[in-house]
């Protein structure tokens, strides 16, 4: 893969992460209720740092005609996992939480974005020569993965809280 085709997906992952920057903080502000905020928002924030890095990846490879590394192009942060986790009173408080028809549609939505972006990046994976570029391609999928996997996990919680908290919590044997 020569670095115009190279250029050209960095040019296509970059409006793809924007378009779900964009829905992201859309369905943050149509939220009624904090955990569906807290969780646009935090897929939002990583979004624009997914853009951050693949322009570093696109200016690098401009200037210097190869590919930088990871480090170098995404800074380290907690996954987003890490930084959505609730304390113990929050966790009590999401217990009644409400939620309408078009919140969960908009999780649906953001889980088949999460869907083609994992799509997307498994294919780009497979068609670039350069380790680097692999390495960051690799750190997308990871990231996708994380995203699907709070969205879908919210998504249950959100649709069915007893089912949710039932689930989690286990069985519980007394005697």
């Not at 929050?90 to 083609?116: F, G, P, R, T, W």
């Amino acid at each position: 893969m020569g670095n115009k085709e190279l250029i050209d997906l960095f040019k296509t992952s970059i409006e793809m992460e924007g378009r779900g920057r964009e829905f992201y903080l859309e369905s943050a502000k149509k939220c009624t209720n904090e955990l569906g905020k807290r969780v646009f928002e935090a897929l939002a924030d990583d979004e624009t740092r997914h853009i951050a890095a693949i322009r570093e990846y696109c200016e690098t490879m401009a200037k210097k005609k190869i590919a930088p590394k990871l480090c170098a192009a995404m800074p380290s942060h907690k996954g987003i996992n890490e930084r959505m986790l609730f304390g113990k009173r929050e966790a009590e408080l999401l217990k009644n939480v409400q939620v309408c028809a078009d919140e969960l549609e908009a999780y649906k939505i953001a889980m088949e974005m999460e869907n083609a972006g994992l799509k997307f990046y498994k294919d780009a994976i497979s068609s670039a020569a350069d380790q680097e570029v692999k390495n960051l391609y690799s750190f997308m999928i990871e990231e996708e993965e994380n995203h699907f996997d709070l969205l879908s996990n919210t998504y249950e919680y959100l649709k069915d809280p007893a089912a949710w908290f039932a689930k989690e919590e286990g069985p519980i044997v007394e005697g």
